[in-house]
Structures are given as C-alpha cells and as structure tokens.
C-alpha cells in the first residue's frame, strides 16, 4: 500500500525539481520549512523527530534541497520524510503546505484489530505492521513482508 | 435624502395619540454611529405613497423599542439611548422604489452571545410590517464588543486542518447518494469507496436523519466501520459528517454522544433546527472536541430573493458567532443559485479575520472579527473535477470541495471518481504553486494528469461539458465603474 499523508501523495512522487518549486513557493510565501522523519506513519503520529530546527533564515530553495539531501543520505529508504512549511503569521500560525519528500522503500500498511463492545459497537485500532520492529529497526528488509 | 422633519421633544412628544416614526427620533441625519453600535442595512420597499425616510424610522423603531402608538412609559426609559436610529437612506441603484436603510442599534439592546435574542430583534415582528411592501436585511456590522460575547467556531479552520493532519489543498467531500433509501449498509459500502479513494470527508445529506429504511444508530455504526477501513487502508484521517439533526435536543445530543463514543471526528446539524439549538451544539462540539458541519438547509426561502428576506452574508455571519466550523457558501460553477462576486463576499465573512467594506462582494460594512475562529466554507452541488482550475481559483486553499454525483455517479465506481477528484485536485494545486496560470491551463493541467490516471481520464470525459450557466437572482447592487484617466 501507498501511505497518503501529505499533500501531493495521490501524485507519482514527486521528482527533485518538483520538490524544489514546491519549497521555493512557501519561501516566496515567507514561511519557514522543517525537514521531518519517523518509522511510525500512523495517522494521528503528529510529532515527527525534527531534522534540525525549522529553517527561517533560509530563504532560497537549494539550502532546503541541501538539507532534505542529508536527511535521506540517513533516512531515506527506511523512513518516511516530509517537508513542512510554517506561516507564523497572526489567523494563522501553523501549518501551511505538508507534503512527502521520501518513502520507506516498501510499505507494508496497517492492521486494523476490532475490539467487539457492548451492544454492537466495535472499538478499532489502527497499527501499522512497520511498528512491530523497534523504533530504528523499521522498514530493513521489508520486501520479503510484503 | 432629506432629514426635514424634526423629532419632537417633551410634552409634544409623548401626547398620546400616533406619532409619524421619524418625529419619535427613530430618524437622525446627524446621528455618528458609535463602535459599539450594532449597524444594520435593509433594502426597504415602501407602499405606494410611503416617504422613505418615514418606512426606515418605522422599521428601525418596530426592531426596537417602538409600537404603532405613542407610550407615556418610555418617559420611565433612557428611551434615547433604547431607540435605533435610522441615519441615512438611499435610493438602491437601478433599483426604482426600493432603498437602503442604515440603522444603529446601542449594544445595550441585545443579549450577549444570543443569536434568538438578535434575531427576535433585527427580523422580528418588523418583516410583516405593512406600510412596506417588501423588506431585506442585507448586511450587519457587528461592534467587536458584542463578537466577544461569543464563543464563535467549536473548532476552526486552523485546528480542523492540524486534528486531521490536512495542509496546502482543499478538503475534498462528497455527499452520500441516494439521499434516501439506503440501507446502513449499503450506506457505509458508498462512504467506505469513497474514502478509501480519497476523500477526506463523506456526508449525511439534510434529510437524512432517522427513517424506516435506515435508523440512525445503523447509519452510524456502519460509517464508522467503513471511515476505519479506510483510515487503516491509506494511513490518512478520514471523517464523515454524521447528521444529529432531530426533533428534540435531547435526541440530537443523543445521536451527537453516540458518534463521539464511536470515534466519529465531525457530527452535522441543519440550519433548521434553530439558532438556539445551533449554539448548544456548538457548545457540545467544543466540549467534545468534535467538529461541527452546518447545512444551510432551508436559507433559500429567505436569503435567494433581493426584495425580502435576509441577505446570506447575514446567516454566514450569524452562524460564525454561533461556533459552527463548516457552512455551505455556494460553488458560482455548480447547480445551485451563486453570483461569483456575492459568494467571494460569503467565502470573505467566513474566513477573515477583517472584512473591510467592498460594496461590489455585496459586504457594506467594515467588520472586524477580533480573532474569533474562522469557518470552513462548503462548496457543494454540481462541481466535477473537469472544473477543478475554476474551484481552486475561485476559493483557494480553504473549502471543502464536495462532489456528490461528481464521485459516486463516475463511469467506473465510486473509489475511481474520488480517485480522480483527488488527482485533479493536486495536479492543480502543484500546478499553482510552479507558478502556472491555473484559469489559462487548467484545462491542460487535468489533461496531462489524465494521461497517467484513467479515473480522472473517464470522469473529464463524461462531464467534460456540464455546466450550470443560469442567471443568478441574488447579485450585487454596485458595480466597479472605470475611472477615466486624466
């Protein structure tokens, strides 16, 4: 399965000079761009570990593009990395634009358990298959699983 | 207009007897409203042979402290204070027999955070009033003081998108179809395509609540089964917008607690249940950490016709105070009644925090909104990827696009026409965000899209050509005119 969380993840991924204007445009919006990572894509996951604090100094693409670049020298292949850009402007203040930079090269999905309650409703949990490893030792040698 | 006649003072004033509204001091040219003045417009149209600045009076004393005969017991009264004054007329433009009425209210006339208490008030006994022929509030300034009294969204634009982990883009809907006579079910198979391919949202239409064929306990415990599902198959938040809309509160509350217990992240309401009853759930939905989706089921009676009624700009404002986070606004490209400039005034109420005046969006005056949460406009009926250039560039990043029949009536399944409502929906945002002329190339952005994704391909060709081009009713008075340069 294609975990699609982000912006743009219903889009074949997105090549080098995509990501690039992408970032160039929160740039030209003012808005400052953090590179982010986990082995944990559970949907409601909302604190990625940080690559280094959010890059508000920086105001041309191929410094983001840089650090996007060593993120996946370490991670990329087994974690997921997404670029997010913050409007710290009042009325706003959070996120502006999320969206995928890299993905664990498979992705074997989530389970979803019921628990049968009273009457007939049902307590759900959604788990992702990666998360039976530790943190750290996810998506290694995933192509057998999958 | 004139402002001759002159408002009695004294003994003069309170001899019993009927007193023209306008020499009770319901009319004063020189009043300066104050910025704690509530501000109304009404477009007034008198009866044959009433003075207008008489028929803005009357309405500004029947929506205040005035009844047809004068009473010696306002003298026990700041009666000055309690009187609206009506402090300009004007004739509407291209408009014949029909003007626009400024009234100011003092804030001490309304209850804080009551929407019932307004309404009682500025739409009350004043509409029937005979000596007009027709009456429309058109649009209110609300004095920061009285929006403070409010506890405005239950959730708000900015929170709804960090709870469901959605940036950048449009939220993207569609309303479960048929409306009525489906099983629960077969209702959860619809939203479970639906979302699996890739919506964020599915949706209760208005008058689906409780019915013989599906009661609501079934509809609900089956979208929860199918919004799991597909949470779990593409690792995104999914919602879909149960309907609590009953006949009593103790039921809504009901049904509104049963979802939470479920899981559910949204509940719905209808406009029809009453502004009363609008504001208890919205205070529910802030307690339970629930967003709150309002159908404006019902606002064309009063809100489509310019001569009667209440503007919408007015029902947006009102349900942005009440704390709802969602409302349909209109789609200008959809099957429903939308002037472009009329809505972007809609979508403006909505969604800033200061609206400034801008007569041809239809907003005639400066409102401030002092940080109050900001709604989720609803762009819902008629739209289909094939129009996708045209939504994002009417309605940005802020909306929630829904299309109904655009994702279940697709040629190959549900999930293929959600499928491709969501590829055209971030072709175009990326497009946009390249710098690409999305109104210019919109329709080659979908095409290039459609050479890699047949769902998108087979939806650009069946609706390729539908369009909705009706006359709208409810349009602006003024038009922006072209200064000649000197």
């Known amino acids: 399965m294609k975990v699609t969380q982000g912006t743009f993840s219903f889009l074949p991924d997105l090549t080098d000079r995509q990501i690039k204007a992408q970032v160039q445009y929160c740039l030209d919006h003012g808005w400052a761009v953090n590179v982010e990572f986990t082995d944990d894509p559970h949907p409601r996951n909302t604190y990625w570990e940080m690559w280094d604090l959010p890059m508000f100094e920086v105001r041309d693409a191929a410094g983001v593009m840089y650090e996007i670049n060593k993120c996946r020298a370490v991670y990329g292949g087994t974690h997921y990395i997404r670029v997010t850009a913050f409007d710290n402007s009042h009325g706003c203040e959070s996120v502006k634009l999320s969206f995928l930079a890299s993905r664990p090269t498979s992705e074997p999905g989530f389970a979803l358990t019921r628990t049968e309650g009273s009457g007939r409703s049902i307590v759900y949990q959604t788990r992702s298959y990666a998360t039976d490893e530790a943190e750290g030792k996810r998506y290694q040698g995933m192509d057998a699983r999958t | ?486």
């Open chain 2, 1 to 486: 207009m004139d402002s001759k006649a002159t408002e009695l003072k004294g003994k003069e004033r309170y001899k019993s007897g009927v007193l023209e509204y306008r020499r009770m001091g319901y009319w004063n040219a020189d009043y300066v409203p104050k910025d704690t003045d509530l501000l109304a417009l009404f477009r007034i149209t008198p009866q044959d042979g009433v003075d207008p600045i008489e028929a803005a009076a009357a309405v500004a004393g029947e929506s205040s402290t005035a009844t047809w005969t004068v009473c010696w017991t306002d003298r026990l009264t700041a009666a000055d204070k309690y009187r609206a004054k009506a402090y300009k007329v004007e004739p509407v433009p291209n408009g014949p027999g029909s003007y626009f009425a400024y009234i100011a209210y003092d804030l001490d006339l309304f209850e804080p955070g009551s929407i019932a208490n307004l309404a009682a008030s500025i739409i009350g006994n004043v509409f029937g009033f005979k000596p007009l022929k027709a009456l429309r509030l058109e649009d209110m300034r609300l004095p920061v003081a009285y929006v403070k009294t409010y506890q405005g969204p239950a959730t708000g634009i900015i929170v709804e998108r960090e709870r469901l982990d959605k940036f950048g883009r449009p939220l993207l809907g569609a309303t479960v179809k048929p409306k009525l006579g489906l099983s629960g079910r077969n209702y959860g198979r619809v939203v479970y395509e639906a979302l699996k391919g890739g919506l964020d949202f599915t949706k209760d239409d208005e008058n689906i609540n409780s019915q013989p064929f599906m009661h609501w306990r079934e509809r609900f415990l089956y979208c929860m089964e199918a919004i799991n599902r597909a949470q779990a198959s593409t690792g995104e938040i999914k919602g879909s917008y149960l309907n609590v809309t009953a006949a009593t509160m103790e039921d809504m509350y009901e049904r509104a607690e049963f979802a939470k217990s479920l899981g559910s992240v949204v509940v719905m309401i209808d406009l029809v249940i009453g502004w009363t009853a609008i504001q208890s759930m919205a205070k529910w939905a802030r307690r339970n950490d629930m967003i709150l989706h309002l159908h404006r089921a019902g606002h064309s009676t009063y809100t489509r016709q310019k001569s009667h009624g209440v503007s919408f700009r007015v029902i947006a404002k009102w349900a942005r105070l009440a704390g709802v986070d969602h409302i349909h606004a209109g789609t200008v490209v959809g099957k429903l009644e939308g002037d472009p400039a009329t809505t972007r005034g809609y979508y403006d109420v909505c969604r800033e925090d200061f609206n400034p005046r801008s007569l041809e969006t239809g907003i005639f005056f400066d409102q401030h909104w002092a940080s109050i949460g900001k709604v989720m406009p609803v762009a819902s009926g008629g739209i289909h990827a094939g129009q996708m250039h045209q939504l994002l560039d009417l309605f940005g990043d802020d909306v929630v696009l829904q299309f109904g029949g655009g994702t279940i009536g697709h040629p190959a399944g549900i999930q293929a026409g959600a499928t491709a409502n969501r590829v055209a929906l971030e072709a175009m945002v990326l497009a946009r965000n390249e710098g690409r002329d999305m109104l210019k190339d919109g329709p080659q952005i979908l095409a290039e899209a459609a050479k890699w994704c047949t769902p998108l391909k087979q939806a650009l060709e069946t609706w390729q050509d539908v369009t909705f081009t009706y006359a709208s009713t409810d349009t602006p008075d003024f038009v922006p005119t072209v200064t000649a340069a000197e």
